[in-house]
């Protein structure tokens, strides 16, 4: 049986580079994404022409069961899930309160919330009989600071930041450590920003933002594997990632960005 790295959320930006890394590091990456078969596939080709383990299947983490039967099924065929990354975003865009409806806002809460308590119902009993298994979550900027038109996702964000929290109270006596990662700025990431913007915006973008300005997967991936690898008495619960000129979310001043 080998160590495994699931990440649920594994697009070409944060998710596929992250386990990327943790396949060059001797784990054998499970890759889970809702759509895109064929990007999926050529993921793991990647990691697997560079000497890595990989394999990977579609998952809605919001239908009935899918979580708990993909963590399942990797326990009993591959090996148990030392490390598991939530990487499922709920972004459903900027949407006036009068504009967002009530399917729209529980989507964000299924997807950024009630997925992430069913992943730990399914997987922490495993892991606290192992003593041992890291729950990395990737969070936003909506999780500490709620801005207009971004109802759904500041109370999925916002809700999910504490279920880490709650999370962490009752398992981190079973030696189960969960990591709560704030991605507080724009991310060099053709699949989630790219897509957004346009590739001739994206470009504009990076190009304004210059050298060093946004924040780049592989670096976060060097991130998350150190933490899946700390000592119990230097455990990082939550941390906020950003680029060295981007402004923190408790800094309204437009002035304090580094030029």
Known sequence: MEKVCLVIGAGAGIG??????????????????????????????????????????????????????????????????DTVIYNIGAQIGDRALADTSYKAFEMGWRMATFGLFRLAQVLTPKMKERQSGNIIVTSATSAVRGNGGQHSHAAAMGGRRMLCQSLNAEFSKDGIHVAHVIIDGAVDAPDTLGKMLGPELFEQFKEKKGENGMIIPEEVAETYLFIAKQKKSTWTHEIDIRSFSDMAWWNTDSSFTRK
Request: aromatic share 4%.
């Open 16 to 81: 596929g580079t992250v386990a990327k890394k943790f396949a060059s590091d001797g784990y054998h990456a499970y890759l889970a994404r809702r759509t895109d078969e064929e990007g999926l596939n050529r993921l793991i080709k990647e990691i697997e022409d560079a000497g890595g383990k990989a394999s990977g299947s579609l998952l809605n983490v919001i239908e009935e069961s899918s979580i708990e039967d993909l963590v399942n099924k990797i326990e009993s065929e591959i090996g148990p899930i």
